[in-house]
């Protein structure tokens, strides 16, 4: 007998109606100047605008949502390096209950501060030597919290695919969808999603060059662990995909593309200058691959996700000044 899915896009679809009135329909944008650039007509779908500044808002409000009622009075917990964090406590704060989120103490001061500011308690850990999967099952345990986690969970995957839903029924059909790879929710729920509406589209996954997991992973054909990648994209700062997301992306996915510290760069100025918006770096790797030419062989129309903007003014500046 064969397996059903993890996530089907059903699911998606039921987790669209759960959001509405909740998550932002997010705006998509288009550029005369980035079309010509690249030769093909592109559709930037814009997560970082999106409650909390990221597409995380989606999938974690989607998990707390379905918890039964007296699971979701004793609170929640999460672990991530932001912005699930926040999009973990602003969920809990929505539904009326509380938040324990365990991050990296290197986190950006703007994502530790935001996600405290939503009223949840930060725990913070050493992202280098220690297992935040671990450390965060035994916190929610001894704490009787329900663990949310920031992609591997069939939930929040259905609420990342929203962003994608949205997107195509915006645009239509379109030839490619190029999406940021972290741990893979954002990416399984758009491969699904999309899928669904336009079996030949291709889905191209982006990552940042020192953190590419989830390349070697569907290259190998199973999960492989690289050290703690230390890239500019710390949203992306991934060593291993996630268990259910690496096998929706193992089957659906067309390939993954790598982008440099500098062409993340790049595309953020753009992005700042021409569109007169703000990426955070693992934001804006999708569109920098676009823009890098590390795509080959593109299609007439394309869509883009542009996952979050959760970066502070003297840290964007830096970087642009680079």
């Known amino acids: 007998m064969a397996t059903a899915p993890p996530v089907t896009f059903d699911d998606i679809r039921e987790a669209a109606a759960r959001l509405r009135g909740i998550a932002h329909r997010t705006p998509v944008l288009t550029s005369r100047t980035l079309n010509a650039q690249v030769g093909a007509e592109v559709f930037i779908k814009c997560e970082n605008l999106q409650r909390v500044g990221a597409f995380k808002f989606r999938g974690a409000y989607n998990a707390a949502a379905q918890l039964p009622p007296e699971r979701l009075a004793k609170g929640v917990a999460a672990y991530s390096s932001g912005n699930h964090a926040q999009a973990t406590a ?82 239509g059909e379109l030839g490619a969808l190029v999406v940021p790879v972290g741990g893979g929710g ?23 060059e020192n953190g590419d997991d989830t390349k070697r992973s569907l290259e190998s054909g199973e999960r492989v662990t690289i050290p703690v990648p230390r890239t500019i994209a710390d949203g992306q700062a ?85």
């Open 90 to 171: 602003l969920a809990a704060r929505e539904l009326g209950t509380g938040a324990v989120i365990l991050m990296p103490e290197d986190a950006p001061r703007s994502k530790l501060a935001a996600t405290a500011g939503y009223g949840a308690e930060v725990v913070t850990y050493d992202r280098y030597t220690q297992d935040r999967t671990a450390l965060a099952r035994a916190l929610a345990e001894d704490r009787g919290l329900a663990l949310i986690p920031p992609y591997d969970h069939p939930h929040v995957i259905a609420g990342q695919g929203t962003a994608a839903l949205e997107l195509l029924e915006e645009t």
């Open 186 to 208: 954002l990416m399984a729920g758009s491969a699904i999603a999309a899928r669904a509406l336009h079996p030949a589209i291709r889905l191209i996954g982006v990552e940042p």
């Open 238 to 322: 991934l060593n291993t995909p996630g268990e259910i997301t690496f096998a929706v992306n193992r089957r659906l996915v067309d390939g993954i593309a790598l982008v440099a510290d500098e062409e993340i760069i790049h595309a953020m100025r753009f992005a700042f200058e021409r569109l007169k918006i703000v990426l955070e770096p693992s934001g804006a790797t999708a569109l920098a691959a676009l823009m890098a030419g590390r795509i080959d062989a593109l299609p007439r129309r394309i869509g883009v996700i542009a996952s979050g903007g959760n970066i502070d003014a003297q840290r964007f500046t830096e970087l642009l000044g680079r």
